[in-house]
């Protein structure tokens, strides 16, 4: 599933973004 795909792609992409910003 495309859709379910992209969801899980968004959130791992958060919580990256999230630690990164909570690195610098």
Do not use: M
């Not at 379910?4 to 910003?21: D, G």
Request: proline share 0%.
């Amino acid at each position: 599933n495309v859709l379910l795909s992209n969801i899980a792609n968004n959130s791992l992409f958060h919580k990256i973004s999230y630690i990164e910003n909570k690195i610098k």
